[in-house]
């Protein structure tokens, strides 16, 4: 009996560690209150400790969108969700580009994460089939 016990322990699968190489999240996803607290209106900045979920929200909007929005309960209906967490390719502003603007007066990484981000709304806004007549209707 003990045997089987043992195999029955060693053939459990609680998934990845951690959130960013779990497949399937989405049915892996353990939702908590933590998920509706951060659906709330007044929400801007996810804290919490190693281990606390805030990668597994994250991994959820942006890799399993559809089943964040059915588990929104309609709060997350009038939101584009656009993932904007860093400079991993070259596609969005290329290195050259970045040292052009270093070296200009004025120069501050907030407006560089600012006009990363403006891009990167733009792109979503495009691809959700909005079209703007202003500006960013060139890009």
Known sequence: MEALALKALQSLDFGSVD???????????????????????????????KGSGKSAIFELLTKYESTARDWSSGRLDDVFI???????????????????????DGFGY??????YFSVKLARKLYASGVRSKGASSKF
């Open 110 to 115: 907030s407006k560089l994460w600012k006009l």
């Open 19 to 49: 959130a960013e190489s779990e497949k399937d999240l989405n049915h892996k996803f353990l939702r908590t209150e933590d998920f509706s607290d951060f659906l709330k209106d007044k929400t801007t900045l996810v804290v919490g400790a």
């Open 82 to 104: 656009v993932e904007g967490s860093g400079f991993r390719d070259a596609t969005e502003i290329d290195t050259d580009t970045i040292e052009e603007f270093r070296n200009r």
